[in-house]
T-cell receptor, first 114, second 115 residues
């Protein structure tokens, strides 16, 4: 039973490029969450999605960031025109039911903007 | 403001010793409190989940306590092992309205176990 998968594990982008981070939830899970962890900081909630729907995006910057969880395929976190401040570890988690239930985390994608 | 504060920031102990990590939170209303272990370069792994009505929960050598009145929790690790070296994160779930279940994370306590 595979856990939450994220790819790539490491991503390097130059300023102004686009970053696409992928998350495949655990089998049977239809709820996905994205978190960002800046160096020396705790994880911060970004967005909560259910299949084809954004449930809560109150933690996501309004510009340059978007997320989707299509009916088929992984969830995608997209960052346009990346800046150095976007350098962080981005974690995806999934749960079988709503977010008040157990969330299982992926290994993270470490984004470095040069 | 909903916050989670952890102490100490870092801790070094010798293998076989016990230790206790602290968590204070201001998240209100509160739904549940979780402790996670995060190894370097990996995602957090759940250790315990407690609702406001639970005072203590154990998972092997890990025992979490909760005092919902004072908004404090602790994680006690007994007979530490080298593999316990990791960051331990206290996470509180918010319990209201459209953001029901939103998680608030502490910065973690970095535990190092020396042989």
């Amino acid at each position: 039973n595979a856990g939450v998968m994220q790819n790539p594990r490491h991503l390097v982008r130059r300023r102004g490029q686009e970053a696409r981070l992928r998350c495949s939830p655990m089998k049977g899970h239809s709820h996905v969450y994205w978190y960002r962890q800046l160096p020396e900081e705790g994880l911060k909630f970004m967005v909560y999605l259910q299949k084809e729907n954004i449930i809560d995006e109150s933690g996501m910057p309004k510009e340059r960031f978007s997320a989707e969880f299509p009916k088929e395929g992984p969830s995608i976190l997209r960052i346009q025109q990346v800046v150095r401040g976007d350098s962080a570890a981005y974690f995806c988690a999934s749960s079988a039911s709503g977010r008040n239930y157990e969330q299982y985390f992926g290994p993270g994608t470490r984004l470095t903007v040069t | 403001k909903n916050q989670v504060e952890q102490s100490p920031q870092s801790l070094i102990i010798l293998e076989g010793k016990n230790c206790t990590l602290q968590c204070n939170y201001t998240v209100s209303p509160f739904s549940n409190l979780r402790w996670y272990k995060q190894d370097t370069g990996r995602g957090p792994v759940s250790l315990t989940i407690m609702t406001f009505s639970e005072n203590t929960k154990s998972n092997g050598r890990y025992t979490a306590t909760l005092d919902a009145d004072t908004k404090q929790s602790s994680l006690h690790i007994t007979a530490s092992q080298l593999s316990d070296s990791a960051s331990y994160i206290c996470v509180v779930s918010f319990d209201r309205g459209s953001t029901l279940g939103r998680l608030y994370f502490g910065r973690g306590t970095q535990l190092t176990v020396w042989p």
